[in-house]
T-cell receptor, first 112, second 112 residues
Framework: NAGVTQTPKFQVLKTGQSMTLQCAQD?????MSWYRQDPGMGLRLIHY???????DQGEVPNGYNVSRSTTEDFPLRLLSAAPSQTSVYFC???????????FGPGTRLTVT | RKEVEQDPGPFNVPEGATVAFNCTYS??????FFWYRQDCRKEPKLLMS???SGNEDGRFTAQLNRASQYISLLIRDSKLSDSATYLC?????????????FGTGTRLLVSP
């Protein structure tokens, strides 16, 4: 099993550009989530999903969209990148039964 | 008040010492509790789940105190390799579904 995979590993965007961060898992987990991690702020939940077609907002959803069309994939879209979105983004997945989340390796995003 | 709070540290301890971290949570209805370990510039990795009766894994012991709404992590006989940031996570109800919320992490530095 590959576990949770994320692409790209690194990305530099200009202000106003849009892009999609990809996340996939092969563990048949129902629950998937996106976090951003900034120095001193810990992991902050952006959006999460409890199954295909079901998503909900986390703590910091503004400027991000998600969709969950399959169990495996949970892409995160930045609509119009801003410097405040410079961060490390982690995707995670778990079974709904236990919430033991497994994380992907992260995407380091810089917006200039 | 934050939903999940941790002392950011750093905790500086010598090899062989015993060190304990606490994590407080705000939602008394929370049912799932976890400790994660995060190394510098890496993804968080599940260290252990925290059960009502407490649990132990080698040198690591986790406890849950529901009355005071906190979980704890005890590390005995600290090793240099234990140096990392330790994150607690607690499940809470979001606007629609359960979500996992992380603390900001406690940094541990073990010195020779």
């Amino acid at each position: 099993n590959a576990g949770v995979t994320q692409t790209p590993k690194f990305q530099v965007l200009k202000t106003g550009q849009s892009m999609t961060l990809q996340c996939a898992q092969d563990m048949n987990h129902e629950y998937m989530s996106w976090y951003r991690q900034d120095p001193g702020m810990g992991l902050r939940l952006i959006h999460y999903s409890v199954g295909a077609g079901i998503t909900d907002q986390g703590e910091v959803p503004n400027g991000y969209n998600v969709s969950r069309s399959t169990t495996e994939d949970f892409p995160l879209r930045l609509l119009s990148a801003a410097p405040s979105q410079t961060s490390v983004y982690f995707c995670a997945s778990s079974r709904l039964a236990n919430y033991e989340q497994y994380f992907g390796p992260g995407t380091r995003l810089t917006v200039t | 008040r934050k939903e999940v709070e941790q002392d950011p540290g750093p905790f500086n301890v010598p090899e062989g010492a015993t060190v304990a971290f606490n994590c407080t949570y705000s939602n008394s209805a929370s049912q799932s509790f976890f400790w994660y370990r995060q190394d510098c510039r890496k993804e968080p990795k599940l260290l252990m789940s925290v059960y009502s009766s407490g649990n132990e894994d080698g040198r690591f012991t986790a406890q849950l105190n529901r009355a005071s709404q906190y979980i704890s992590l005890l590390i005995r006989d600290s090793k240099l390799s234990d140096s990392a940031t330790y994150l607690c996570a607690v499940n809470m109800r979001g606007t629609g579904f359960q979500k996992l919320v992380f603390g900001t992490g406690t940094r541990l530095l073990v010195s020779p």
